[in-house]
Each structure stands twice: as structure tokens, then as C-alpha cells.
């Protein structure tokens, strides 16, 4: 019998998450990179999934799937990147339980990753965000969950899966006090401090809400939590509707990601110190939070057209 596929199963359900305890995302990311890996590996060698060995994934084949990814599929120099870094979590694992590949799978984890030039990162200005916000039509209900849920990530910078992952008891509007908690990257709790403005625009959502404390703060119109593809979408709808009277928008690609960013740049331009910010957004090191400085010089030289160079955390 192949030692690999009990060993793979074991590093998805040992090693993931019972002892990491890693996030559903993750766990879905990873499933994915290895599917696409043994049905290239499949094809190329002629062995079914079932019946590939540890030798079978050597390193010049390892390197030729991470080639396929860009060249057939399209996939970005960060995408191939990413799962590199999947096939390699998975043979550190292995080398802890078959040292006999060991000198196959340090090869394998000698592989580096690409250098890629990163992409421009934009931000909102505050007429950007009021033409954003103001698009959300607030007389149905579906406007005025979005225009709530839009204002919340714009001030508090919460990535789309902190946002889709709110639940009503995660808010806390009383005052003084008022903040948001959320289970952030790497399951680490974070509490987010709330100002006066979107303290008011929750306190509405919520009297509308009516939820449970575990229910999602922001449901779709049967009761579940939005999806990350859904909140995608209804910002994009917005960024169309906004830039009608907002024309700088229709220069700038808008994401969630891009709320983030709005909140730190404001942050920022605001004289919080990067500590703060950093501890704002979750970063686990200021380091990353620093490019947001350059940004601000460049702003305020005027060199820079609202966008940061290479940055996602």
C-alpha cells in the first residue's frame, strides 16, 4: 500500500486541524492545490491518485506542475506561491514520518518561491467613500444591511472573512467601550474600537436586525451568513453606481481588501501611530503595517494618485 495517501490524510486531519486547528479557508486551499497536483502528476506519469508514491513526487515534477500553473491555467506568480507553500507545509510533515524519502523530500523543500512585481493596492479617498456609501440604496432592506456592513469594514479595516464571520453578540455599542471582536487570521481574537459615526449606523442595523447573539450580524435575505463571493459582488454593484457621480472610481478596481486599506490610510493621515494601527488591523509585526508610511509621504508630497504599492495582509 501507498505510503502517501495515508499520509496525506493524516496531515489534513492530524496536522491541520486537530493539533493547528487551521481555518476552513485554508483547509479548502489546500485541498485544492493538491487535487490539481495529482491530476497533473496523473496525467503526466500515466499512475491513478490511488497509487502514487512518495518517489513519484519528486522535485523536477513538483517543479513542473508550479510551471504549469502560470503558463496553462492562468494562475498569477502569487497563486503559484501559494501553493508551493501548501506542498511544502505538507512535506515537512512528512519528513517527521517517513525519514526514508527524506533526501526526495528535501529536494522538494528546496524549491523557492517567485519573485513577482506586486500590483497596485488602491485606497478611497473620503468623497470615494461617501459616493461608496451613499450608492447603498437605504430603502430596502437589503441597502441599508449593506450600507451598515460597508461603513463597518470601512472604519475598522476587519478583513471580508472577519466580516462575514460577525455574528450580533459580536458587538458591543454601549459607550464608552464600544468595539467589535472578531476571529481574525490565524483564529486570533481581536477587539476593534467603534466611533461615535458607525456607532450609530450599527445601533439602527441592530434595532432593524432584531438577531440572536450567535446569529450573523449581516445575513443574506434567508437568514445565513453572506459569503465572501456575496459581499464581492455588492461592492462591486456599488463602485458601478458610485462612480456616476464619483468619477475618479471608474480608474480603480475595488475590493474589500480595498476598505482595508481605506482604513488604514485614514488611521494614518490621522497621526495614529503605526503601533496602533498595526495592533488595529492584526498584524502580528509593525514591519507590515510600514508600508502604509512611504504611503503617506507620498501622499502628502502629492506623488502619490491614491494607491499603495505590493501591499495585502
Same mark, same amino acid.
Given at each position: 500500500?501507498?505510503?502517501?495517501?495515508?499520509?496525506?490524510?493524516?496531515?489534513?486531519?492530524?496536522?491541520?486541524?486537530?493539533?493547528?486547528?487551521?481555518?476552513?479557508?485554508?483547509?479548502?486551499?489546500?485541498?485544492?492545490?493538491?487535487?490539481?497536483?495529482?491530476?497533473?502528476?496523473?496525467?503526466?506519469?500515466?499512475?491513478?491518485?490511488?497509487?502514487?508514491?512518495?518517489?513519484?513526487?519528486?522535485?523536477?515534477?513538483? +517543479?513542473?506542475?508550479?510551471?504549469?500553473?502560470?503558463?496553462?491555467?492562468?494562475?498569477?506568480?502569487?497563486?503559484?506561491?501559494?501553493?508551493?507553500? +501548501?506542498?511544502?507545509?505538507?512535506?515537512?510533515?512528512?519528513?517527521?514520518?517517513?525519514?526514508?524519502?527524506?533526501?526526495?523530500?528535501?529536494?522538494?523543500? +528546496?524549491?523557492?518561491?517567485?519573485?513577482?512585481?506586486?500590483?497596485?493596492?488602491?485606497?478611497?479617498?473620503?468623497?470615494?467613500?461617501?459616493?461608496?456609501?451613499?450608492?447603498?440604496?437605504?430603502?430596502?432592506?437589503?441597502?441599508?444591511?449593506?450600507?451598515?456592513?460597508?461603513?463597518?469594514?470601512?472604519?475598522?479595516?476587519?478583513?471580508?472573512?472577519?466580516?462575514?464571520?460577525?455574528? $450580533?453578540?459580536?458587538?458591543?455599542?454601549?459607550?464608552?467601550?464600544?468595539?467589535?471582536? $472578531?476571529?481574525?487570521?490565524?483564529?486570533?481574537?481581536?477587539?476593534?474600537?467603534?466611533?461615535?459615526?458607525?456607532?450609530?449606523?450599527?445601533?439602527?442595523?441592530?434595532?432593524?436586525?432584531?438577531?440572536?447573539?450567535?446569529?450573523?450580524?449581516?445575513?443574506?435575505?434567508?437568514?445565513?451568513?453572506?459569503?465572501?463571493?456575496?459581499?464581492?459582488?455588492?461592492?462591486?454593484?456599488?463602485?458601478?453606481?458610485?462612480?456616476?457621480? $464619483?468619477?475618479?472610481?471608474?480608474?480603480?478596481?475595488?475590493?474589500?481588501?480595498?476598505?482595508?486599506?481605506?482604513?488604514?490610510?485614514?488611521?494614518?493621515?490621522?497621526?495614529?501611530?503605526?503601533?496602533?494601527?498595526?495592533?488595529?488591523?492584526?498584524?502580528?509585526?509593525? +514591519?507590515?503595517?510600514?508600508?502604509?508610511?512611504? $504611503?503617506?509621504?507620498?501622499?502628502?508630497?502629492?506623488?502619490?494618485?491614491?494607491?499603495?504599492?505590493?501591499?495585502?495582509?
Amino acid at each position: 500500500m501507498s505510503a502517501l495517501a495515508p499520509t496525506l490524510q493524516a496531515f489534513f486531519t492530524t496536522r491541520l486541524i486537530s493539533q493547528r486547528q487551521v481555518s476552513s479557508h485554508t483547509i479548502a486551499s489546500y485541498r485544492d492545490t493538491f487535487r490539481l497536483l495529482f491530476t497533473f502528476v496523473s496525467k503526466r506519469i500515466g499512475k491513478q491518485p490511488s497509487q502514487l508514491e512518495f518517489q513519484d513526487l519528486d522535485a523536477p515534477l513538483v +517543479a513542473a506542475f508550479l510551471d504549469h500553473l502560470p503558463t496553462d491555467r492562468n494562475n498569477s506568480i502569487r497563486t503559484r506561491n501559494t501553493r508551493l507553500a +501548501a506542498i511544502r507545509s505538507f512535506f515537512r510533515y512528512a519528513a517527521l514520518q517517513h525519514p526514508e524519502h527524506l533526501d526526495s523530500i528535501r529536494r522538494v523543500l +528546496a524549491i523557492p518561491p517567485k519573485r513577482f512585481e506586486r500590483n497596485l493596492v488602491t485606497y478611497l479617498t473620503e468623497t470615494e467613500v461617501d459616493a461608496l456609501l451613499n450608492a447603498c440604496d437605504r430603502h430596502g432592506w437589503t441597502g441599508r444591511r449593506d450600507y451598515a456592513m460597508l461603513a463597518l469594514a470601512i472604519q475598522t479595516g476587519l478583513r471580508i472573512s472577519e466580516i462575514t464571520g460577525l455574528t $450580533c453578540g459580536d458587538l458591543t455599542l454601549r459607550s464608552p467601550g464600544a468595539h467589535v471582536h $472578531c476571529l481574525g487570521k490565524g483564529r486570533k481574537e481581536r477587539i476593534t474600537p467603534l466611533l461615535p459615526s458607525i456607532i450609530a449606523v450599527l445601533q439602527v442595523w441592530c434595532d432593524e436586525r432584531q438577531g440572536d447573539p450567535l446569529d450573523p450580524l449581516f445575513p443574506t435575505s434567508t437568514g445565513k451568513p453572506l459569503s465572501r463571493d456575496a459581499v464581492e459582488r455588492r461592492i462591486k454593484l456599488y463602485v458601478v453606481k458610485a462612480a456616476t457621480e $464619483c468619477s475618479s472610481l471608474k480608474s480603480k478596481r475595488v475590493s474589500a481588501h480595498t476598505l482595508r486599506h481605506t482604513a488604514a490610510m485614514r488611521l494614518l493621515l490621522s497621526d495614529v501611530d503605526i503601533t496602533v494601527i498595526a495592533l488595529w488591523l492584526g498584524h502580528e509585526q509593525v +514591519a507590515t503595517t510600514q508600508i502604509y508610511l512611504v $504611503c503617506r509621504k507620498l501622499h502628502q508630497t502629492g506623488e502619490l494618485n491614491t494607491s499603495l504599492r505590493g501591499f495585502a495582509a
